[in-house]
């Protein structure tokens, strides 16, 4: 069984503490000074797991990588009968800690993110830290972010899927009950289902397009699962920025959707037309760059403080090109809609049909 709080507690406790001077000096750590002073580790470190912050004297432990399953025969890793089925949600993670009274968001990485940062002090999370000052609050954030598909529907949400307090993990039904009673938005609960019926809900989860499902059982073993339909579109919104994706996304993407396929009996002429068309829209970007087009994606966000902005060009410039599209001043907000530029990637494509020769 794959239990969050064993994991955890396995660095969490240890010696108890670090030495950041140490793990800096090894080149493991690095101390930052934003709108808080706060130690990072960039690497696992005497036991403690990459994004594991310190916080004047704090520790707020990384996140465990929860284990994934690409077939219900996983299922033997969870103890009982009976099991918390819910919704995986594509996001990025965020553990959300108050400290002096004010709320800060640190990313799985461990970075301060200004921008999660400022979202969620706009959120109805206060009355959860009036009562549970020293919880962290573990979730995804979605919508209109710098790193996810915009929303026309919604700004941003924050789904929380965990609560860490003092060296655990909150239950399930003791999550949900509270954070319902605060106020507190939450992924989606699919059911309370027994063992044999995992299978119906996770084709249903296929059919209404949700990127997979967590399940726990009530030991608080826990296991994640995807979606073949969540994979395969996955590979379609992705293909166009090929080079500029990490080393096994599409291998990995359809290998589960096959295994997914094939387990769940899956009309397979009709999810064959999906993933080759999936593929296909490389060609759309193959198009962009003959014409002299640069890949890109446009993104829009609005924020209070200037420095979110700043943070945010500072954290992606590493990897992308950011130009901005348009910016307006409504009310207390900027809003900027930007593009990224996957540079890597268009400059691939152009060499290639252009001519390049390579060695395999």
Not at 171 to 177: A, T, W
Not at 185 to 207: D, I, M, S, T, W
Not at 324 to 337: A, C, F, L, S
């Amino acid at each position: 069984m794959f239990s969050l709080t064993f994991l955890v507690l396995k660095a969490f406790l240890g010696d108890g503490m670090f030495d950041p001077k140490e793990a800096e000096r090894r080149g493991k750590g690095e101390s930052r000074r934003e709108e808080v002073a706060y130690f990072r580790l960039k690497e696992r470190f005497e036991g403690f797991d990459r994004g594991t912050v310190l916080l004047e004297g704090r520790i707020i432990p990384a996140y465990p990588h929860i284990k994934r399953i690409v077939s219900l025969k996983g299922l033997k890793h969870l103890k009982g009968d009976r099991f918390y089925v819910e919704e995986k949600i594509d996001g990025y993670n965020l553990r959300v800690v108050m400290h002096k009274g004010k709320l800060y968001a640190f990313t799985r990485g461990g970075f301060l993110d200004f921008f999660s940062s400022e979202k969620v002090r706009e959120l109805s999370l206060h009355r959860f830290f009036e009562r549970f000052p020293s919880a962290i609050l573990c979730g995804e954030m979605i919508g209109n972010t710098p790193f996810t598909p915009p929303s026309k529907d919604f700004d941003v949400k924050f789904l929380v899927f965990d609560v860490f307090e003092n060296g655990s993990f909150w239950g399930v039904e003791r999550r949900r009950k509270v954070l319902d009673r605060l106020g507190v938005a939450q992924v989606p609960l699919l059911g309370v289902v027994k063992r044999e019926e995992v299978g119906a809900v996770v084709k249903r989860a296929n059919r209404s397009r949700m990127e997979g499902v967590v399940l726990r059982d009530l030991q608080g073993g826990v296991l994640k699962y995807v979606c073949a339909l969540s994979d395969i579109l996955s590979i379609g919104s992705s293909v166009d920025k090929f080079f500029d994706m990490p080393k096994g996304f599409f291998y990995q993407r359809v290998l589960r959707s096959s295994i997914f396929i094939k387990q769940h009996a899956l009309n397979r002429q009709k999810y064959s037309q999906l993933l080759g068309k999936a593929f296909l829209n490389l060609i759309n970007a193959l198009q962009v760059v003959e014409k002299g087009g640069v890949i890109s994606e446009e993104f829009h966000i609005k924020f209070k403080d200037k420095r979110v902005w700043e943070s945010v060009v500072a954290h992606m410039a590493k990897d992308v090109e950011i130009e901005v599209v348009d910016r307006w001043r409504e009310g207390d907000y900027t809003h900027i809609i930007f593009i990224k530029k996957y540079v890597k990637t268009t400059k691939k494509l152009r060499a290639l049909l252009n001519g390049r020769a390579f060695t395999d």
